[in-house]
Structure formats: structure tokens, C-alpha cells
């Protein structure tokens, strides 16, 4: 009996992940973004503690593989992807831009399709068992969410045209599924000489957060990005 427990310890926690994804899908759409932001936070949370026990307890199993990566796209894919469809509703469009408007919107679903493909491929890529190749998707979550909900006053003004949101939707579809090298926060020991990098990112990251508070996520992320095409150089 505890051992069936147990092996099912893991599944409950990635259930847990989907859940907080749909909650924050709704309050992506009612245009609540800063509890979209934490609700993504939560489920990144459960993302992190669901591996972590899959690992400790050794309880692996097929479904929780398909599990986690249907979980992942609904908390990472479409939960970001609503919160890009809610501000397009909200923004500012020329004259010249009004029809535009009616579609422009259902484009933010590109954020949930390249999602679904970066998943896929994660899950058939033998290369990206201590590190990733793109961006990982929770990562892309928090860049969204945390830049709506920071920034929410200059994105619907006048001063930002809708298409610079749609290059940024273009540009962070194709930085998850492009073949850049990113470095993973997995940590096979505490030694600073092996895990420098992923150390000094989680003290700017902590520093940038009590600084910008919810701007800090997007700014993190941004910096994960820059910090993974420097180390890529380097090697």
C-alpha cells in the first residue's frame, strides 16, 4: 500500500501543476495578469517538486512522462499564450490597424503551439539530459506573464504598436524550439566550481527580484537567455 502511494506521489504533484495552469489561464482571459503570474509561478513550483520526487523516490513511469508534458503545455504553453491574447485585446491600434484587430490577437497561440513542439522535442532529444537545447518553456511562461503584468501600462498605450508584441511573440517562439544551448539549474552537487554559473544566475536573479518585484521575473529570464548565448560562445 505505501509503496503504491508513493510510486504515485510524483503524478499528484504534475496534476497539481495543471491545475494552478488552467486556474491561471482564467485569470489570464479575465485579464488578472499578476494573478496569472503567480498562479504560473505555482505551477513552475509543482513542475520543480514533481521531478525532484520522480528522482528521490525513483516512482518513473510513462504516463507521468505524457502526464507532465500535457501539464506543462496548458501551465506553460496556452496560460502564457492567453495572457499575450487578453493584452492584444487591450492595446491601442492605429486607424490603419482596425481590422487587424479582430485577428491579431489569436496569433498569441503561437506561444502555446511552439510550446507543445519544444515539449515533444525535449522528450525525444537524448542531448538535453543535464541541460536544454532552447528555451525551456517555464521559462518562457515567466518572461510573459511577468511582462504583461509589469509593464501593463506602457504595452496598451499609444507608445507601443501592436506589432512590436508580435515580434517578441515570433522572437521567443522560435528561441523554443531553436538550437541554442541553455544551461540547466539541476545541481549534481553544491560545489561552486561545478555550478558557478547556475549559482551566480540564482543571486541576480534573487537581486533582480527584490529590485523590480514582478518586473524582476522578465528580467531574470532575459539574463538566463543572455548568460546561456555568452557560455555558448565560450565553449
Not at 4 to 18: E, F, K, S, V, Y
Not at 98 to 110: H, K, T
Not at 179 to 196: G, V
Request: net charge neutral.
Amino acid at each position: 500500500m505505501a509503496n503504491c502511494i508513493i510510486r504515485h506521489i510524483p503524478n499528484a504533484l504534475t496534476c497539481l501543476n495543471l491545475f494552478s495552469g488552467c486556474v491561471a489561464s482564467v485569470m489570464a482571459f479575465e485579464a488578472r495578469y499578476e494573478m496569472a503570474l503567480l498562479f504560473i509561478v505555482v505551477s513552475a513550483l509543482f513542475d520543480f517538486l514533481d521531478g525532484l520526487a520522480a528522482r528521490v523516490l525513483h516512482a518513473y513511469s510513462d504516463i507521468g512522462k505524457d502526464l507532465d508534458s500535457l501539464s506543462d503545455d496548458v501551465s506553460f504553453g496556452v496560460a502564457p499564450s492567453l495572457v499575450v491574447f487578453s493584452l492584444f485585446k487591450e492595446m491601442y491600434y492605429p486607424v490603419y490597424l482596425e481590422m487587424a484587430a479582430a485577428w491579431l490577437p489569436y496569433l498569441a497561440f503561437l506561444i502555446a503551439v511552439f510550446s507543445a513542439l519544444r515539449l515533444a522535442k525535449f522528450n525525444n532529444d537524448t542531448r538535453q539530459t543535464t541541460s536544454f537545447i532552447g528555451l525551456p518553456v517555464p521559462a518562457n511562461a515567466l518572461f510573459w506573464a511577468s511582462l504583461v503584468a509589469g509593464f501593463h501600462s506602457f504595452l496598451v498605450s499609444a507608445a507601443f504598436h501592436p506589432f512590436y508584441l508580435l515580434l517578441l511573440v515570433g522572437l521567443f517562439s522560435w528561441l523554443l524550439v531553436s538550437e541554442i544551448p541553455m544551461f540547466s539549474l539541476k545541481f549534481k552537487n553544491l560545489s561552486w566550481r561545478d555550478n558557478k554559473v547556475s549559482f551566480s544566475f540564482l543571486l541576480l536573479s534573487a537581486g533582480l527580484l527584490i529590485i523590480l518585484q514582478i518586473k524582476g521575473f522578465a528580467a531574470a529570464i532575459l539574463c538566463y537567455i543572455l548568460v546561456s548565448l555568452a557560455t555558448c560562445r565560450k565553449k
